[in-house]
């Protein structure tokens, strides 16, 4: 049912365990635009979709093209967290969150300070040898142009979840597992039209499910409360 804050600030107060599950709003409120709202942009000046330029197929068939696309696109390392991620970290600082878990790429959780952090997505920070699987940071990709290579002469690709790959088991199980754990999840800034977000939530079994995002969602109907809101502004509030 729709919701204030005042009773979501009331609810926070009496969970016990939280868990949170973020999609691409958290991150839009510190300027990291959401690529799957195609918006035409991307059409002007690339001959594909987001979602084909961001494949593993093409990843491997056009990699260079991924990279003028990526550099371009993907990279906001000039974000910087807003309130969400901060009251984030501060609840697991203070023992009441057990997990973020994210759809986001961008490091921004852990640069609020929050320590467990399960991306399901991974990292656009964290990169690696196709080859010898030596990691190397995000200086690897903005230090270089055209296709990134180690020094073994392998590709580098982004630690990332492109589409046709799959999530990492242990990042999902834990992801339940914390799920599981929780009295209260707190879901914001996704649409949950995308898998998974939609099938980990069957796992939560605790007395409040809480639901922020600006637009209705498929899930609003089962949620004990639903703010139809900008996330910032709710974290900032609480
Ligand atoms: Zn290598």
């Known amino acids: 049912m729709k919701a204030t804050i005042e ?3 009331e609810a926070v107060e009496k969970a ?3 868990a949170f599950f ?3 709003g958290v991150s839009t409120e510190s300027g990291i635009p959401d690529f799957r709202s195609t918006d035409g942009l991307y059409n002007q000046k690339y001959d594909y979709p987001p979602e084909t330029m961001l494949s593993h197929t093409f990843f491997v068939r056009h990699t260079e093209e991924f990279y003028r696309f990526y550099r371009d696109k993907m990279l906001y390392l000039d974000a910087k967290p807003n ?3 901060q009251k984030l970290a501060e609840w697991e600082k203070q023992g009441k969150l057990n997990a973020v878990i994210t759809q986001n790429i ?3 959780h852990q640069m609020a300070g929050s320590k467990h952090v399960l991306e399901l997505h991974g990292s656009v920070l964290r990169n690696y040898c196709t080859k010898c699987r030596k990691f190397y940071d995000v200086t690897a990709i903005t230090g270089s142009t055209g296709v990134p290579k180690c020094e073994c002469g392998g590709t580098i690709k982004p630690d990332v979840v492109l589409y046709e790959e799959s999530l990492d088991n242990d990042v999902m199980d834990e992801a ?3 799920i599981r754990d929780a009295d209260m999840l707190i879901i914001g800034g996704t649409s949950l039209a995308v898998y ?3 099938g980990l939530i069957h796992y939560f079994s605790g007395s409040t499910l809480a639901l922020i995002n600006q637009d209705a969602t498929p899930l609003d ?3 004990d409360l639903v703010l139809h809101d900008s996330i910032g502004k709710v974290f900032g509030a609480l």
């Open 83 to 85: 309130a969400a991620h």
């Open 106 to 108: 961008d490091g921004l």
């Open 221 to 223: 109907e089962r949620a």
């Open 22 to 24: 973020g999609g691409a």
């Open 176 to 178: 339940v597992r914390c």
């Open 7 to 9: 009773q979501l600030r």
């Open 16 to 18: 016990k365990t939280i």
């Open 196 to 198: 998974p977000a939609a």
